[in-house]
């Protein structure tokens, strides 16, 4: 959470990152329930999100990642709601390359419970009329930060380099520098990882 904020800071040009939990875990949106997301993570690490949505569980058979577009590339300036499209878009064909039947759910589903994956809105990645991949966003004077989890275990390095160049035509891969490494470890222990910012809502 801490390593996208600072990302969202500072991107020159966008940014899709991906990762995996070291511990089965729970995330929630900016604002969720605190009560709500804890009866559902019971013994699992929780933490919220900086962007909004609903619960989702990660550390199992999820691939996390996130989009982060700076306010000064052309991109910003497309509607939430189609940066979005956009996204899942580049999710579903490249999991139909993979042999996946998977499709975008054309209407929001009637909301069940405050589960982010019990709840398929428009634009969705379905499979078999199961929802496998949501995001949630956050925009800010600084860009738009896109988290997304895909819940599917059978992903790796292959489906992440097809996506972004499914993204774009122009894909360099870097690693995070120490410095914004660094900096996330104070972000995380100063906000993140504090009962203020876990309670808030």
Not at 75 to 82: C, D, G, V
Not at 108 to 125: G, Q, T
Not at 126 to 137: L, P, S, T, Y
Request: hydrophobic letters at 40%; proline letters at 2%.
């Amino acid at each position: 959470m801490a390593i996208d904020e600072l990302l969202l800071q500072s991107a020159q040009v966008p940014i899709l990152r991906f990762y995996r939990w070291t511990e089965p875990s729970v995330s929630f949106g900016y604002f969720g329930r605190f009560e709500e997301a804890q009866a559902f993570a019971q013994e699992r690490a929780l933490v919220r999100r900086w962007t909004g949505g609903g619960i989702v569980p990660h550390g199992g058979d999820d691939l996390t990642y996130s989009l982060v577009i700076g306010s000064a590339d052309e991109t910003f300036a497309y509607s939430s709601r189609m940066i979005y499209r956009r996204v899942h878009s580049a999710i579903e064909r490249v999991l139909q390359l993979m042999g996946v039947g998977a499709m975008l759910a054309e209407k929001d589903a009637p909301r069940s419970s405050e589960a982010c994956f019990a709840n398929p809105v428009a634009a969705d990645v379905i499979e078999n009329g199961r929802k496998i991949a949501g995001a949630a966003q956050r925009r800010t004077r600084e860009g738009l930060l896109h988290q997304g989890s895909i819940q599917r275990s059978d992903l790796g390095k292959t489906f992440a380099g097809e996506m972004a160049r499914t993204l774009s035509g122009r894909v360099v891969e870097e690693e995070i520098g120490s410095r914004v490494l660094a900096a996330a470890d104070v972000l995380a222990s100063q906000k993140y990882a504090t009962d203020e910012w876990l309670h808030r809502h």
